[in-house]
């Protein structure tokens, strides 16, 4: 074969691969055009009204208007193209973008987490590392020591990330509300409504059925929201175009920054006053980071720099063009400069706009809030796992109606967009500044790049939003206060419940049983072993927890099988299911103790899934082998023994027999845990709870269909043919699952602070989901123990 053959083979083989790489891309960016770039493209319709609001409301010089747009230009093409679509979006930790992002990222790299239950097997899921960025001859950074010698410092990160976080929820109230009162507004010309109070009352309408959606889920429609934004955006574009072809074709010198100059000079104080008017163009830029892990780099970029970028530049050049020769409309800039016979298909558009941006907003603050529950800085809520169009999109029902009462009493509060663009404007600002502060350190710290090169991505970010920012703070006593009010709410009790979860977690490491004390108990643990699984759940990540030998003090029997089941968070994004169970034994073998550790990411969400007894018995299973064959795999070292990864194993899933079955076979009933048995001669009100009592039974029970059983196979120490025999048995008669039902209370010697912060925590934890709820326990099956703590 001739080289030019192979060379023209090598080609074809690259372009069939490259094809299916592009369509996805392709795909990927038209997908995001609907779910990220929704609120940015609606800033047109309120930008040139604030910054033209108050002492500016009746400018009458079209230098104004030329710095105006001046402004609006290099803010987005400084803020939203060079920092978010080129340079954030490659700090991303392992694809996943956001603030509790980039705050996972430098607590891999450095001791910065407050999270007790670390582990040296995490460090395996740590693999991942960008290309380019070694640890290799690097010489340690003074910053990262100083931040890991003081606790105070990393509290500090932290207040600082809640704060983040906080402003975010923000938005994701006050989003929805300045979106569809804004779009709605346009009535305003066109049907002359004068009654002030009609488009506040259409809007809040609008809102309650926009969160009532997000109930249901808005997986049935949600393929029309990139078309939906795409024709918004080509009508935009196309007003654009017209305005400055009919208007003012000299626009484009205004993309000059000597008309910034030539703003302040006309303008004077009330120019930088209304300043923060400006930063509304680049609002919604932060989603594109935020919602990396969706839709990755290249596609993001590609379709802001494309299709979004140019889009809202032509507008916002066309609306300053409209407005340079019609000074009197800037009180209604965007409805005013819409060709008539295009108002209503407009109009339209810009209210399903809103309602699409919103979804995707609200949908962000589900997505962070059950980050900050994964890190223990939020109160426990049940997360759902969202049938939208975008897989891994959360919902969390005490949020969204939240949100909405929020939403609603800011609409109609206010009544017209003048105020509320200002919180929503600061609350917004405040998260670019967060996000700023953050990857400076992610620059130094996991980059490892020069403190210069930092803070000169510091001073040319930072300086601009702090600019911003100084403009915003006139605007503190006519809006500006929502944002600093309400996440000043969330922040303390974010922070409470994180400090109260911390100080928990301390007492029960504080107060665990010795691996002594549990051995002088004796294989039987000095009480009846029954048949049967027990799970007792905890959050200690090894040791007995306290609440084991309480329950043993207060019953006289337990399960022959007890298994201490841990959930915890790691420090990345999502674990591999076969790297999600790590498994390990309690004391000698025949004692029948074993401990599962359950590893999820920041972004998974915990779903108690119908097999995960099953998976359980398994993983035991492969465990027992494991060890009796010598085979160590990936495994940590721990106080109690050695814990392994086993489902990482070749012969996983092929050591017990696996058969389907019908469900609840007959006496099976009388086996369930804690079964009931009521004679005939009984009231009709215990027949009646024996007969629900069995229903639910049955229901737990089908959700078990699978029955394992030992295969054949010549073991050469019988006792580990024994302890796999029992974990079968203990399976088939049931599982208990025990969980700690415990009130937290502050020592009487504690200060006023500490006694006011642990007493808020037991409020939120009396009043928030239970444990069971969280975890998706099964209630039939659930036994709770008592504890009282005194922190």
């Known amino acids: 074969m001739s080289s030019s053959e192979s060379n023209r083979q090598r080609c074809s083989s690259s372009t069939v691969e490259c094809k299916p790489q592009c369509k996805a891309l392709l795909f990927l960016a038209y997908q995001s055009l609907g779910f990220l770039f929704g609120d940015i493209s609606?800033?047109?319709?309120?930008?040139?009204?604030?910054?033209?609001?108050?002492?500016?409301?009746?400018?009458?010089?079209?230098?104004?208007?030329?710095?105006?747009?001046?402004?609006?230009?290099?803010?987005?093409?400084?803020?939203?193209l060079l920092k978010y679509a080129i340079f954030m979006l490659s700090a991303d930790d392992n694809g996943e973008g956001g603030i509790v992002a980039?705050?996972?990222?430098?607590?891999?790299?450095?001791?910065?987490?407050?999270?007790p239950n670390h582990q040296a097997s995490d460090e395996e899921l740590f693999k991942y590392r960008k290309p380019g960025y070694s640890n290799r001859n690097i010489p340690p950074s003074y910053l990262k020591k100083f931040i890991e010698k003081h606790k105070s410092t990393k509290i500090i990160l932290l207040v600082f990330v809640l704060l983040g976080a906080c402003m975010v929820i923000c938005v994701g109230a006050l989003m929805p509300a300045i979106s569809v009162l804004s779009s709605v507004e346009g009535l305003k010309i066109e049907a002359k409504?004068?009654?002030?109070?009609?488009?506040?009352?259409?809007?809040?309408?609008?809102?309650?059925?926009?969160?009532?959606?997000?109930?249901?889920?808005?997986?049935?429609?949600?393929?029309?929201?990139?078309?939906?934004?795409?024709?918004?955006?080509?009508?935009?574009?196309m007003i654009g175009i017209y305005n400055v072809i009919k208007w003012n074709p000299s626009i484009y010198q205004a993309l000059s920054p000597y008309y910034i100059y030539k703003f302040f000079w006309v303008t004077g104080k009330g120019g930088w006053t209304n300043l923060g008017g400006v930063f509304l163009c680049v609002t919604g830029s932060e989603a594109m980071f935020t919602d990396l892990g969706y839709y990755k780099q290249a596609p993001v970029t590609a379709a802001f720099s494309c299709i979004i970028y140019p889009c809202l530049i032509l507008q916002y050049m066309g609306q300053a063009a409209f407005l340079s020769k019609n000074l009197s409309a800037v009180p209604i800039s965007f409805y005013a400069s819409i060709p008539d016979v295009f108002f209503w298909p407009v109009f339209v558009l810009a209210a399903l706009s809103a309602i699409v941006a919103s979804q995707a907003v609200i949908s962000s603050t589900f997505s962070i809030v059950q980050q900050c529950h994964a890190f223990e800085c939020f109160?426990?809520?049940?997360?759902?796992?969202?049938?939208?169009?975008?897989?891994g999109q959360t919902y969390i029902p005490e949020i969204n109606w939240v949100l909405m009462v929020i939403s609603l009493a800011v609409t109609f509060g206010f009544g017209e967009t003048g105020r509320i663009v200002y919180a929503y404007g600061i609350a917004c600002l405040i998260v670019s500044f967060v996000t700023t502060w953050l990857t400076l350190l992610v620059i130094n710290l996991v980059w490892h790049r020069s403190l210069i090169v930092a803070v000169a991505f510091l001073l040319i970010f930072g300086s601009i939003e702090v600019l911003f920012l100084s403009s915003y703070c006139m605007k503190i006593p006519i809006g500006g206060w929502v944002p600093i009010v309400l996440s000043s709410l969330f922040m303390v009790v974010m922070y409470v419940w994180h400090y109260g979860s911390r100080k928990k977690y301390f007492f029960d490491m504080h107060n665990k049983v010795s691996m002594r004390g549990v051995l002088t108990l004796g294989p039987s643990l000095g009480i009846v072993r029954v048949p049967g699984m027990g799970l007792i759940y905890t959050e200690l990540a090894s040791g007995v927890p306290a609440s084991f030998t309480h329950f043993l003090t207060n019953l006289p029997a337990f399960y022959q099988v007890v298994v201490f089941v841990c959930v915890k968070t790691v420090l990345v994004p999502s674990v591999p299911h076969a790297e999600r169970y790590l498994i390990g034994r309690i004391g000698p073998k025949s004692y029948r103790l074993y401990r599962c550790i359950v590893r999820y990411g920041y972004k998974d969400v915990y779903?108690?899934?119908?097999?995960?007894?099953?998976?359980?018995?398994?993983?035991?299973?492969?465990?027992?082998?494991?060890?009796?064959?010598?085979?160590?795999?990936?495994?940590?070292?721990?106080?109690?023994?050695?814990?392994?990864?086993?489902?990482?194993?070749?012969?996983?899933?092929?050591?017990?027999?696996?058969?389907?079955?019908?469900?609840?076979?007959?006496?099976?009933?009388?086996?369930?845990?804690?079964?009931?048995?009521?004679?005939?001669?009984?009231?009709?009100t215990l027949k009646k709870l024996q007969a629900m009592y069995e229903q639910e039974s049955l229901e737990l029970n089908t959700r078990r269909r699978i029955k394992f059983e030992l295969l054949n196979t010549i073991y050469r120490d019988p006792l580990v043919k024994e302890e796999l025999m029992e974990l079968v048995e203990a399976n088939r008669a049931g599982a208990a699952y025990v969980i700690g039902h415990s009130h937290v209370k502050a020592k009487w010697n504690s200060s006023f602070m500490k006694r006011f912060a642990i007493n808020l925590y037991s409020f939120l934890r009396k009043n928030c989901r239970s444990p069971a709820v969280g975890l998706n326990i099964p209630q039939t099956c659930l036994i709770k123990v008592g504890m009282n703590y005194h922190v």
Not at 49 to 71: P, T, Y
Not at 74 to 80: D, E, Q, R, V
Not at 379 to 391: E, T
Request: proline residues 4%.
């Open 42 to 80: 609606l800033s047109p319709l309120y930008v040139y009204q604030s910054i033209f609001s108050g002492r500016l409301k009746h400018v009458q010089n079209e230098d104004a208007i030329f710095g105006a747009f001046s402004l609006v230009f290099w803010t987005l093409s400084l803020i939203s």
């Open 607 to 684: 779903s108690h899934e119908n097999d995960f007894e099953n998976e359980l018995v398994m993983s035991i299973a492969e465990f027992i082998q494991l060890e009796a064959e010598g085979c160590s795999g990936n495994v940590d070292g721990t106080a109690d023994g050695r814990m392994a990864v086993v489902r990482t194993s070749g012969k996983f899933g092929t050591r017990l027999r696996v058969s389907e079955s019908a469900g609840i076979e007959e006496g099976d009933s009388n086996n369930l845990p804690g079964a009931l048995t009521v004679t005939s001669s009984k009231s009709p």
């Open 102 to 115: 980039l705050y996972s990222h430098l607590c891999k790299n450095a001791k910065f987490c407050l999270l």
């Open 379 to 391: 109160p426990r809520v049940k997360a759902i796992q969202s049938r939208r169009w975008i897989n």
């Open 193 to 237: 409504i004068k009654n002030n109070s009609m488009v506040p009352l259409i809007s809040c309408v609008l809102l309650v059925g926009l969160f009532v959606l997000q109930h249901r889920g808005s997986h049935a429609i949600a393929f029309m929201f990139p078309p939906i934004i795409i024709l918004w955006l080509l009508s935009i574009f």
